[in-house]
């Protein structure tokens, strides 16, 4: 099983980054899948999830209006899609596949920082 997280980087206050998960080695399509963020020294707090088919999302107040999840089935690919990004926003950000069987998969993160 493997999650491998990509775009994430450096980027000014008010611009915009797209997360992308590729996932491999368990079946895609029947996991629901969400985005998580870590800074050092805090919990790792869930930022959005999308439902397996992708017909339900899920935002956190803190994101809402300015993040979007989606996902590609095919290419068993979940996005996340990051505009109007504050500095409060810098974290490490995870991928995460569960299955309500008890099954949960993580990626390794990647880092945004959002500075001037």
């Known amino acids: 099983v493997q999650l491998v997280e990509s775009g994430g980087g450096l980027v000014q206050p008010g611009g915009s980054l797209r997360l992308s998960c590729a996932a491999s080695?368990?079946?895609?399509?029947?996991?629901?899948m969400r985005w998580h963020r870590q800074v050092p020294g805090k919990e790792r707090d869930l930022v959005a999830t999308?439902?397996?088919?992708?017909?339900?999302?899920n935002y956190a107040d803190s994101v809402k209006g300015r993040f979007t999840i989606s996902r590609d089935n095919a290419k068993a690919t979940v996005y996340l899609q990051m505009n109007s990004l504050k500095p409060e926003d810098t974290a490490v950000y995870y991928c995460?596949?569960?299955?309500?069987?008890?099954?949960?998969?993580w990626g390794q993160g990647t880092q945004v920082t959002v500075s001037s």
């Open positions: 080695g368990f079946t895609f399509s029947n996991y629901i």
């Open positions: 995460n596949a569960y299955h309500w069987a008890g099954y949960n998969y």
């Open positions: 999308i439902t397996n088919a992708g017909g339900s999302t």
